[in-house]
């Protein structure tokens, strides 16, 4: 989840027993909804003349089935290279021109585009988003899915195949996973899914989620409610509703009841150990506690696992824990990387052995609280950026459905117990239901073509 807010506001505020104020932070707009369902959201934020375009398509690589994965992820490129009146290149030229830039990111839940430019640039911005959302399969070609296959497939070897350690996150979603699940695919998809898509298949996948019904729109920054609206109505009232979506549906995966043990090798200089878990899905109640135990365990040099592996014993050089709660499910990650000469079965004994601590004894209240302040700082520095702002309130809307969540959001991350944080530790952090992954060093592996 992204994390967001001013610092000022977080250094001055006092976790233990907070209550609410008037003066509380949240995200201020304006909305409205076209007949055709597409939701638009107006932020206005007049420090800067620029104006900030968010469009949060609900699609993402779990809305896939298998043999036709890496849809998603796909279009994140394929909506940048033309559509029925912008042809191909002339897109981001537009928007430079203009003083801006576009980008898009891609996850198992969403696909999200923004776009940005001064803000006397609104109109072309939404003629521009418009155009590529009822006019892309106007000019989708053959060509063009075969030269976005080749860009993909380079991408998944950069960042992936040839990265050191890349191969982790998918190694790790295989197992966690059940093949079944929307989440044992990357969101990238596999190399002989993208080898074998065909136009058809891939226009399909587009006819069914690129409709305003499917959408949420956050247009903030240097502009006027009233002007948008306008603009909008203008631009993207004649785009019809279509049916909603048929999405795959997943049922809930039995539980892991033996520890899943992976060993690989890559062409890296010292081991690194992976322990994974499942948690719940976003949103859901017991999220705050499995991100604040995260923090409790790995965030920072005054994390447990830190003060123990690094700065004690000197067996690790760095450190990352976190839970990543999505639409249909959560994991639970501890990441280490040991130093030379370290074996990776020592880590994996002293990790294990700090998160029975956590699961059998409740952390102490002082040690929540630097937990809780170093997330809300976080969670609130977030949500300066004027874009920032707009993804987040696309977020709540699409996902949390409530646009106002924020405040609810920011209360039950101050409402978290130290109970409560050894009761995720001991519900969901068991050894027999995690997966193990250590990359040692060694051949680079060869994933299958």
Do not use: C
């Amino acid at each position: 989840m992204n994390r967001a807010l001013p610092l000022l506001l977080a250094g001055a505020i006092g976790l233990g027993a907070h209550t609410a104020h008037a003066d509380e932070p949240k995200i201020a707009y304006q909305k409205f909804e076209l007949a055709n369902g597409l939701k638009v959201y107006v932020i206005e934020d007049h420090k800067a003349p620029i104006a900030y375009e968010v469009l949060w398509v609900d699609v993402g690589s779990k809305d896939e089935v298998a043999n036709r994965t890496g849809f998603a992820h796909l279009f994140e490129h394929l909506m940048f290279k033309g559509s029925a009146h912008i042809p191909d290149g002339n897109m981001d030229k537009l928007l430079e021109e203009a003083g801006g830039w576009s980008n898009a990111f891609t996850s198992g839940d969403m696909t999200v585009y923004q776009n940005v430019a001064g803000s006397n640039f609104l109109e072309q911005m939404l003629w521009i988003e418009s155009d590529r959302v009822a006019g892309l399969l106007d000019s989708f070609t053959q060509a063009k899915l075969d030269n976005q296959r080749d860009v993909v497939l380079n991408e998944r070897r950069q960042s992936y195949e040839n990265r050191p350690y890349g191969m982790a996150s998918l190694l790790i979603s295989e197992n966690l996973w059940p093949k079944d699940h929307g989440y044992h695919w990357s969101t990238i998809g596999y190399p002989s899914d993208l080898k074998a898509a065909q136009v058809k298949d891939v226009a399909q996948f587009f006819r069914t989620y690129y409709v305003p019904n499917n959408a949420t729109m956050v247009i903030a920054g240097d502009v006027k409610f009233a002007d948008a609206k306008k603009l909008v109505e203008k631009y993207f009232s004649w785009i019809p509703r279509q049916p909603e979506p048929a999405r795959p549906q997943y049922k809930v995966p039995a539980p892991i009841t033996k520890e899943i043990v992976l060993k690989t090798t890559d062409d890296v200089q010292v081991p690194r150990v992976y322990l994974s878990w499942r948690g719940p899905a976003k949103f859901t109640a017991e999220e705050p506690a499995l991100d604040a135990l995260a923090a409790i365990l790995g965030d920072g040099k005054s994390s447990r696992l830190y003060k123990r592996l690094v700065y004690d014993e000197k067996i690790a050089q760095d450190i990352n824990a976190g839970f990543d709660g999505q639409d249909i499910g959560g994991d639970f990650t501890i990441q280490v990387t040991a130093k030379p000469g370290v074996d990776p079965q020592r880590l994996i004994k002293e990790i294990s052995e700090e998160v029975a601590k956590l699961a059998s004894t409740a952390p102490d209240a002082k040690e929540l609280e630097r937990a809780q302040n170093s997330q809300e700082a976080s969670f609130l520095n977030g949500l300066e950026p004027t874009l920032s702002r707009a993804i987040a309130l696309a977020g709540y809307d699409v996902q949390a459905k409530d646009p106002d969540y924020f405040a609810k959001d920011l209360a039950r991350r101050r409402a978290v117990t130290t109970a409560q944080v050894q009761a995720v530790a001991a519900k969901y952090l068991k050894p027999n239901a995690r997966v193990v992954l250590t990359i040692s060093p060694g051949k680079k592996p060869q994933e299958k073509p």
